[in-house]
Antibody, heavy 119, light 106 residues
Framework: QVQLQESGPGLVKPSQTLSLTCTVS??????????WNWVRQPAGKGLEWIGR???????NYNPSLKGRVTISVDTSKNQFSLRLTSVTAADTAVYYC???????????WGQGALVTVSS | DIQMTQSPSSLSASVGDRVTITCQAS??????LNWYQQRPGEAPKLLIY???NLETGVPSRFSGSGSGTDFTFSISSLQPEDIATYYC?????????FGQGTKLDI
C-alpha cells in the first residue's frame, strides 16, 4: 500500500517561498504511470488543486496561481516537491500531496501539512 | 474552468436515513466525476470514481450516479462514522476543481 507524507516548514513569511516535499513509500514513484499532485485547503474552506507532475517531468499547474508554482520530482529519493513563491496570507492552508489514478481520481493522500504565512 | 456546485451545503440526518447529495457541473463532463469523504482533521478519502464506481474497500451503502452535468451521491443507511464533509471533483480537463462541500451531521 502506497503511503504519502508531506514535510516542510510550517511557517513562512509573506513574500517568501513556500517549499514542501512529499515522500512516497510502499512503492516506486516511477512505477505505474501515475501523476503526483498537490492540493490545498484553507481552514474551514474547500479543496483547490495546485498542480501535478509525471515522473517523466511533465507538469501542469492551476492558472489561478499565476505562475508562482513549481513542482519537481526526485525519483532517486522517491519524492516530489512543491515551491510556491511570493506567498501572502491567502496561501495559508493545509497542503496535501496526492496520487492521481485512472482518469483523474486522487486515490492516495498524505495526511496534510499546515503552512501558515505570517511575519 | 469548470465550476462544480454541490447542494445542499449542509445536511442533518438520523442514523439509518438515506442521504442524497447533488453536484452540478457548469458544462458536460461525461462521467468524469469523483466523490470524496473528509472527516474532521483528516485527508479526503476517495469513495466513488467515474461517477458510479465504488473504490475498493468502500462500504456498499455508498453509491453514485449521473452523467453530463448532473450527478448524485447517496448513502443508503447513514452510520455514525459517516459524519464528514463530502466533495465532488471533476476530472474532465485541467484544472481539476472541487465542489464547495456538503457537511453532513447527525
Amino acid at each position: 500500500q502506497v503511503q504519502l507524507q508531506e514535510s516542510g516548514p510550517g511557517l513562512v513569511k509573506p513574500s517568501q517561498t513556500l517549499s514542501l516535499t512529499c515522500t512516497v513509500s510502499g512503492g516506486s514513484i516511477s512505477n505505474g504511470g501515475y501523476f503526483w499532485n498537490w492540493v490545498r485547503q484553507p481552514a474551514g474552506k474547500g479543496l483547490e488543486w495546485i498542480g501535478r507532475i509525471y515522473t517523466g517531468g511533465t507538469t501542469n499547474y492551476n492558472p489561478s496561481l499565476k505562475g508562482r508554482v513549481t513542482i519537481s520530482v526526485d525519483t532517486s529519493k522517491n519524492q516530489f516537491s512543491l515551491r510556491l513563491t511570493s506567498v501572502t496570507a491567502a496561501d495559508t492552508a493545509v497542503y496535501y500531496c496526492a496520487r492521481k489514478a485512472g482518469r483523474g481520481q486522487f486515490d492516495n493522500w498524505g495526511q496534510g501539512a499546515l503552512v501558515t504565512v505570517s511575519s | 474552468d469548470i465550476q462544480m456546485t454541490q447542494s445542499p451545503s449542509s445536511l442533518s440526518a438520523s442514523v439509518g436515513d438515506r442521504v442524497t447529495i447533488t453536484c452540478q457541473a457548469s458544462q458536460d463532463i461525461s462521467n468524469h466525476l469523483n466523490w470524496y469523504q473528509q472527516r474532521p482533521g483528516e485527508a479526503p478519502k476517495l469513495l466513488i470514481y467515474d461517477a458510479s464506481n465504488l473504490e475498493t474497500g468502500v462500504p456498499s451503502r455508498f453509491s453514485g450516479s449521473g452523467s453530463g452535468t448532473d450527478f448524485t451521491f447517496s448513502i443508503s443507511s447513514l452510520q455514525p462514522e459517516d459524519i464528514a464533509t463530502y466533495y465532488c471533483q471533476h476530472c474532465e480537463n485541467l484544472p481539476y476543481t472541487f465542489g464547495q462541500g456538503t457537511k453532513l451531521d447527525i
